[in-house]
């Protein structure tokens, strides 16, 4: 959509913050800016009052006009025809610019000439949508302004036309009120929606809803012209404009986002309904159009217009007294199936085919309330606001993405989405009225993390720090084991992209957010190996081959989960990480679909699966590693919350290669059996197998506490 920057700016009260830090601000919130573009290069410009027209007596096509500004008064000559006396102008007076253009006095037919009259045209409009009246001539109007006012700043002239790219699932957000009321809580700026008048007369107009859409509306004894400065928003949309009521419906569009069809009472015989239709008929523009099945808005015996896209050419409104206002939701494939028959794109038809909420109406009858002085009470319409409490704490949000939060932040962060219309008590969320797409604790942390910023949020690995061990926490305690055992912890986002999460080991449900900000953050990941992964090849382009990760964190499902990675520890020394910290009898079982067959299995405690551990398939290119991940929500379970750890020294692990020979026959039992009773034994696992000179030999790698090493020495030294 394209928005007045000009506009966005004096809604959300941000005259004094520069353009290019409102750009940015549309980009951090998820939006993106496709485009910018200056309106015009004009400067000096004038308003002027007519005073007296005639004709240059030496001259065929030349009119003389006598006008009055704020310091004298010129003569301005011009082939326009529609210039008359007692009219408003504006001017490009001896010293303005247009451009590269300087505008001076210049003799014309024997009479000089002190400047040029200002056309639409030359303020960068385009020509075919202007009113017919106007089209080659200058821009007149009754509106009384202040001669001694600039414009530039009346008729926001000087301005920036933003082509914001919005969220399919923002539909809301194409609208003036709700971007400005996004930028204003981006910058912690006060912001409140127009109020809701209910009170008016009673309109004996009737709506009737059913599958095909909601209905609803209003009516008006007398719409007033809209103000200048609104047409030339509606110009600047790329929409016609008409001087009739009909203006006023597209303002509504671009204010509210909420499409809107005006009608004359006089030609409505009925109770108005939605039907699909199959006719012939001529809409605006004369053009006649030929529908087999086309959703349409009918009183009792006609159409009235194809629903959301265009009216009927023989019943548009030609007078601004006793008008019916429709503002409806409709089925939306209907209306684009509508488009299709009828060959029409325009902003309306387009905003009627996407996912429209009874917010959206509430803010179309607000806009109306605030611009028709008589207006009756809404037909149709009882808006009922059925608030949804998502709870929302600082905890289970750290809980949630795996990282502290700056308290500072967090709160600003809180007031940020408060000004956006969010309600929040009693550590819940409210979401605002026009938010359809808001409806779970993941969508709310995606709202929140729009102003605290994932750039201020630390990823991948983090400086270790010395645990702060509570006994009874099964959480610090398998953190605390694993950091003994040479592994340090990372943190890394909740939120991955869908290609990513196509790796499902668990098969959990995928939830994917209906608000994001980039399509790599729009599903809640379903394995922390995903995030592992990319943690691992960060760090692997930075020349660091030798790395051991874990996280403890949630996934989908709300499940908690650990996840090892490591280039040091393979298969088999995991696996024995994994039965040492635990304790369970673990069953390791041929792994499937998501999983290497030959260097994987998946981990089951009885009949359930509880994790996983080897390497991803191939097919989803994840860090050249051995992964192992545990559920354990499962695992506190099945444990009671009573699960005892050994008690661990916090030195790192030694690990060290013993090559023995194997006489003919002879198994590797008795010594694996040997190495098992030494003290302070962590895992053995089988390094290498070679027969040099008719002998077997066997290269073991053994893992054990350093607070052994002596004992360990001894041993070793026997095979060396």
Known sequence: MIFSLTRLKKLANLQTIADEKIFQAINDLGFEVESTKKLNQVSGIKFGKVLQVYPNPDADNLQVCKI???????????????????KYIMAFVPGSKSGDITFAAKKMQNIVSEGMLVSLNELGFDENLIPHELQGGIFVFDEEVDLNSDPLDIFEL???LV??????????????LIMANELAAYFGQKYSLPDFKTSGFISDV?????????LSGVEAKVVDNLKINDLLLILKSGIKIFYSPVDLTNFVLLYSGQPCHVYNKSDIQGMLKLELVNQKANIFGNKAVDVISALAVRDDHKTLSFAGIIGIEELKVTTNKDLVFEIANFDSSLIRQSMKELKIQNQSANQSSKNLSQGSQLLAHIVLNNYIKEISQPINFEYLHQEKLINFSKTKLEEFIGHKLDEKRYQQSITNMQILGFVYKNEAFIPPFYRYDVNIFEDLVEEFM???????????LQAQKPFIVNKNDFISQLKSQIVALGFAE???FTLTDKNSNEFNPFDLQTTQLATFLSQDLIQIRHSLAISASAALIYNQKRK??????????????????????????????????LLNIFNLEFKFLRAQKYLHPGKSALIYIDKQLVGWIGQPHPQFKFAEATYCEINLTIIEKLLNYSFKFNNYNNQSLVIRDVTISLQE????????????KIPGFFAINIKDSAIINSQQKVTFKITFESTFLEVWNNFLQKFN
Do not use: C, H, P, W
Request: no cysteine; glycine share 2%; aromatic share 16%.
């Open 158 to 160: 000087d301005d920036y």
């Open 68 to 86: 009055i500004f704020n310091d004298k008064e010129r003569i301005i000559q011009t082939r326009a025809k529609n210039v008359v006396a007692g």
């Open 206 to 214: 009737k709506f009737l809803d059913n599958n095909y859409g909601k």
């Open 163 to 176: 082509d914001i790219k919005i969220l399919t699932n923002r539909s809301d957000a194409n609208s003036y």
């Open 544 to 577: 660091i081959s030798s790395l051991s990760f874990f996280e403890i964190a949630m996934i989908s499902e709300e499940q908690q989960s650990l996840v090892l990675a490591s280039t040091e520890f393979d298969f088999f020394d995991i696996k024995n990480i």
């Open 450 to 460: 729009r102003f605290y910023g994932y750039n201020n949020i630390t990823s991948y």
């Open 490 to 492: 990372i943190n890394t």
């Open 665 to 676: 026959k002879q198994s590797i039992e008795y010594f694996v059996e040997e190495v098992k």
